[in-house]
């Protein structure tokens, strides 16, 4: 496995990373969670060099972290361990809908409850899930600071962020990493908007310049690159059958999308998902992706895509593939 490395913890993680949620929620109703499959997931990853594994207390109302924490038993020591807090549920099952909370109050609350998940006596990366527009980020952000003088967490990163947010938070803390959804069909972290709709600015090249780590989540367009979803047959549990993208003539015209990427792949011999996966990790080398899966062989395909080289032929048409049809939620 490729390595990369986070400046702020002085660590290196494997090219890409795995993202942990669709285990627990999105994809999946409750009662159809496969716990056993997630921990071997989990468990070939770390065989594989990938290290970085992310999660959040909002995922599964806590499910996530404690599935997690069952996978790091023994291993702990081979995870760089990343989780969030700021969204609180609404009570909706697998609702894209959230909730904030910045409170200070909440953030110390809500990292003790991690930790007892997680299983673990520190977390390595702790992100600041979505800004609560009630409070102000200084506030949110000094709490957190006060849980890496704690010791509770080793560094902090944000996510779904613009570059004024980053730099607010910056002048009072080291900003170690910034998450945001980014694929070849998503790129507002290039120059786009939030997901509140405010510029976002050049999050990639700021993370670049600050010595940071941009983590894009949805690398795969939450699975629609891969050229194997389709659509039309999505489970009424899985939330994409709510997302605009998804559904209706949209989801029908980024076909169009997935046509370049499979063009592309067919030329080296690949599947989409590696074309795509590879895209996103030309984008930078301080660019860690963290797609996500709950299949060891899906898992095995995404992790070849550090190994794909594109041409500048194969560039120039991705980056030309034009702007997704609908809006993300």
């Known amino acids: 496995m490729h390595q990369r490395t986070i400046p702020v913890l002085d660590r290196p993680v494997g090219a890409i990373g795995l993202g942990c949620m669709g285990m627990s929620w999105a994809y999946v109703a409750p009662e159809a969670r496969d716990e056993a499959a997630g921990i071997e ?16 207390d909002y995922y599964g ?8 924490g069952r996978a790091l038993e023994g291993r702990r020591d081979e995870a760089v361990l990343a989780t969030k807090v700021g969204l609180v549920s609404t009570g909706e099952p697998n609702a894209p809908a959230t909730a904030r909370d910045g409170r200070p109050e909440h953030i110390r609350e809500a990292v003790d409850a991690s930790l007892t998940r997680l299983g673990t006596e520190v977390i390595d990366l702790y992100y600041l899930h979505r800004v609560d527009p009630d409070v102000p980020l200084e506030e949110t952000w000094g709490a957190m600071a006060e849980l890496v003088s704690d010791g509770k967490v080793r560094a902090l990163g944000l996510s779904e962020v613009s570059v004024e947010q980053c730099d607010r938070a910056q002048a009072i803390h ?38 940071a780590v941009f983590v894009p989540f949805s690398p795969l ?5 891969t050229g194997a979803l389709d659509t039309k047959t999505i489970d009424a549990s899985d939330f994409r059958g709510r ?14 999308i997935v046509d370049v ?18 895209w996103v990790l030309a984008q930078g080398d301080h660019v860690v992706p963290i797609p996500g899966t709950t299949k060891v062989k899906n898992l095995e395909a995404n992790i070849a895509a550090t190994d794909l080289a594109l041409t500048d032929e194969d560039l120039t048409e991705l980056d030309g593939i034009p702007a997704a049809v609908g809006t993300r939620y």
Do not use: K
């Open 61 to 68: 109302a806590g499910h996530n972290e404690r599935l997690v």
């Open 221 to 225: 367009g939450r699975g629609f690159l």
């Open 261 to 278: 990427v499979r063009a592309v792949a067919t030329r080296h011999g690949v599947p989409p998902a590696e074309v795509a996966l590879a």
């Open 41 to 56: 997931v989990i468990h070939h990853a770390f065989d594989a060099g990938v290290t970085l594994l992310d999660t959040s």
């Open 243 to 256: 997302l605009p993208r998804f559904t209706g003539d949209a989801g029908a015209a980024n076909q169009a």
């Open 174 to 211: 080291p900003v170690a990493a910034v998450q945001s959804e980014f694929s070849l069909w998503t790129r507002d972290a290039r120059g786009g908007s939030t997901a509140d709709g405010a510029p976002a600015g050049d999050v990639v090249a700021w993370t670049a310049q600050h010595e």
